[in-house]
């Protein structure tokens, strides 16, 4: 075999937890270090080390993405009540996704990777559909009560100045009810903004935009405003050069034309609209296994893994011994979109070529009718096959070293 590609700027490597754990170290073995002289910035973010580090490790391998600009994640446990026991915690730790995004200011962007023989529920949906989720405020950091009958509610703001402006939201005459706050911020709907140009610039599709603005004459359609200022001042120009198209409209027209659509755009959503909109999209596209996630910053640092959790179901019985069949596809995507960002960044078109392949000899395993159980269910291809975690790495490689000789 010939040489390895080398990598001239390391990638930052964030481990995890349970079978993705296991997932990644075969994947790195069968799939990568055969072919890619890797280069990685290690961080474990595996539970037990997190709680060993106090969490830093966390914080240290979000710091290293700044530094070097792209990361890939393996998927971790988010703490719980039954976590704390499983694996003696000394503290409740945060989700690691909140943390890397709170530090990143980052968008996520969750796409499906669609093959031939799996059609979705929405068989018009020929192309994948990706959902940007604006994840800061509105109904998340809410404020609400529970009023009683005859209670006079008001929205009161006091500026710097200690001037307050009040405005009735409903008297409470005839009947107790329930009230809520919310907010977002003009800096935070910036970034999200921008992560959305910069993305749709990035993977040359048109990018959709929606809200409730006829409703919400001053809270949506601030969103709108804000989304249409930067596309006209800094994005304009650049969409008409690529050819994409920034398209804005209502929340309930979007999602008629979404149905109607064939995919092939990035859907921009409010954060209550994107944590609905991609259940929906996730589930007709067919298994969680084949959605990808990638977090980017609005200036640009790109941080890749699968959308889905660790698997643990699969992971207990592949402790107990038994076989397990799971799906690695968005685990080997997000590597290959990792090694494929870097490879642009880096002007190493061997690197980004060796990615190409890799996700084309994934895809071709499936469409050849060599699965996992998940997509097994679901393919209605006639020569369809069953295989084990493993073999499935196997037969990625078999069509990998192929390609890599050809
Ligand atoms: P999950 O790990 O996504 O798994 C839920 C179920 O979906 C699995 O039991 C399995 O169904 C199916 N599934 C998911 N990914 C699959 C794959 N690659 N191949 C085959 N089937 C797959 O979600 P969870 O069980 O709710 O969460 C488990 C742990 O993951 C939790 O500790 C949670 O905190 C963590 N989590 C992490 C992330 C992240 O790091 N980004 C995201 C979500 C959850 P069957 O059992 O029916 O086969
Ligand atoms: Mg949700």
Same mark, same amino acid.
């Given at each position: 075999?010939?040489?390895?590609?080398?990598?001239?700027?390391?990638?930052?490597?964030?481990?995890?937890?349970?079978?993705?754990?296991?997932?990644?170290?075969?994947?790195?073995?069968?799939?990568?270090?055969?072919?890619?002289?890797?280069?990685?910035?290690?961080?474990?973010?595996?539970?037990?080390?997190?709680?060993?580090?106090?969490?830093q490790v966390t914080i240290d391998s979000a710091e290293a993405t700044k530094k070097y600009g792209v990361a890939v994640k393996c998927a971790t446990i988010t703490p719980n009540a039954q976590r704390m026991t499983e694996y003696d915690l000394k503290e409740m730790w945060k989700s690691p996704n909140g943390t890397i995004r709170a530090i990143l200011d980052g968008?996520?962007?969750?796409?499906?990777?669609?093959?031939?023989?799996?059609?979705?529920?929405?068989?018009?949906?020929?192309?994948?559909?990706?959902?940007?989720?604006?994840?800061?405020?509105?109904?998340?950091k809410n404020t609400e009560m529970q009023v009683a009958e005859g209670s006079k509610c008001e929205l009161v703001c006091t500026d710097q100045e200690g001037n307050e402006t009040r405005s009735l939201i409903y008297d409470f005459k005839d009947s107790a009810g329930v009230i809520q706050g919310l907010h977002n911020k003009d800096n935070s709907i910036r970034s999200f903004a921008k992560a959305c140009f910069n993305f749709a610039l990035d993977t040359k599709q048109d990018l959709w935009f =929606?809200?409730?603005?006829?409703?919400?004459?001053?809270?949506?359609?601030?969103?709108?405003?804000?989304?249409?200022?930067i596309y006209e001042a800094e994005y304009k120009e650049k969409f008409e050069a690529a050819g994409i198209e920034y398209f804005y409209t209502l929340i309930d027209d979007a999602v008629a034309r979404v149905v109607r659509s064939n995919g092939g755009y990035i859907w921009a959503c409010?954060?209550?609209?994107?944590?609905?909109?991609?259940?929906?999209?996730?589930? =007709?596209?067919?298994?969680l296994g084949m959605m990808t996630s990638v977090l980017v910053s609005p200036d640009g640092v790109y941080e890749y893994e699968a959308a889905h959790g660790t698997v643990t179901r699969h992971y207990y019985k592949h402790l107990k011994g038994e076989e397990t069949s799971t799906n690695s596809v968005a685990t080997i995507f997000?590597?290959?979109? =990792?090694?494929?960002k870097?490879?642009?960044?880096?002007?190493?078109?061997?690197?980004?070529?060796? =990615?190409?392949?890799?996700?084309?000899?994934?895809?071709?395993?499936?469409?050849?009718?060599?699965?996992?159980?998940?997509?097994?269910?679901?393919?209605?291809?006639?020569?369809?096959?069953?295989?084990?975690?493993?073999?499935?790495?196997?037969?990625?490689?078999?069509?990998?070293?192929?390609?890599?000789?050809?």
């Open positions: 075999m010939s040489e390895k590609i080398k990598m001239t700027t390391p990638l930052v490597e964030m481990d995890g937890d349970e079978m993705t754990r296991i997932i990644w170290k075969m994947i790195k073995d069968i799939l990568i270090t055969p072919y890619v002289d890797l280069k990685t910035d290690y961080y474990d973010l595996g539970l037990v080390h997190r709680n060993e580090t106090n969490d968008t996520v962007f969750r796409a499906p990777i669609i093959v031939k023989g799996i059609t979705p529920l929405l068989p018009t949906w020929t192309k994948p559909i990706t959902i940007a989720r604006h994840a800061y405020g509105d109904v998340y =929606a809200t409730k603005d006829t409703i919400s004459k001053k809270y949506d359609h601030r969103f709108k405003d804000i989304f249409a200022e409010k954060n209550y609209d994107g944590d609905v909109m991609s259940d929906m999209v996730a589930t =007709a596209f067919g298994s997000a590597w290959s979109g =990792a090694l494929k870097r490879g642009e960044l880096d002007g190493n078109k061997e690197l980004s070529e060796y =990615a190409e392949k890799l996700e084309k000899a994934t895809i071709q395993t499936i469409e050849e009718g060599v699965m996992t159980g998940d997509l097994y269910v679901l393919s209605h291809l006639e020569n369809k096959k069953k295989v084990n975690t493993e073999d499935f790495l196997l037969e990625i490689n078999k069509r990998l070293s192929a390609l890599m000789a050809g």
